[in-house]
Nanobody
Framework: QVQLVESGGGLVQAGGSLKLSCTAS????????MGWYRQTAENERELVAA???????KYADSVKGRFSISGDNAKHTVHLQMNGLKPEDTAVYSC????????????????WGQGTRVPVSS
């Protein structure tokens, strides 16, 4: 059993900043990657940012230079610092944990958090 607890979501104004956090617990020793995805009612879920315990990271082109993902391996926690938020960033953000093969361009999520809403107003 794996649990992911997300926090930090909420309404923010365009141009503002928000920090999301996610802590994993349970039988997670075999998983090496955590990430954040986002989804709207009409768009498919997309990877926003991901990171491995070894420091490999990936960002969606739309958030490069604005978002930063970091992790604390000992605490099994990842943070997503979101700066310069835009209305188009509005979505439900979900934390995930899984595997990330060296040859893969993105990780394979195994477990998901409940999701946290991030509405960005103008």
């Amino acid at each position: 059993q794996v649990q992911l607890v997300e926090s930090g979501g909420g309404l923010v104004q365009a141009g503002g900043s928000l920090k999301l956090s996610c802590t994993a617990s349970g039988d997670i020793f075999s998983y090496h990657a955590m990430g954040w995805y986002r989804q709207t009612a009409e768009n498919e879920r997309e990877l926003v940012a991901a990171i491995t315990s070894g420091g490999r990271s990936k960002y969606a082109d739309s958030v490069k230079g604005r978002f930063s993902i970091s992790g604390d391996n000992a605490k099994h926690t990842v943070h997503l610092q979101m700066n310069g938020l835009k209305p188009e960033d509005t979505a439900v953000y979900s934390c995930s944990i899984g595997h990330w093969a060296a040859a893969a361009s993105f990780p394979a999520a195994v477990y998901w958090g409940q999701g946290t809403r991030v509405p960005v107003s103008s």
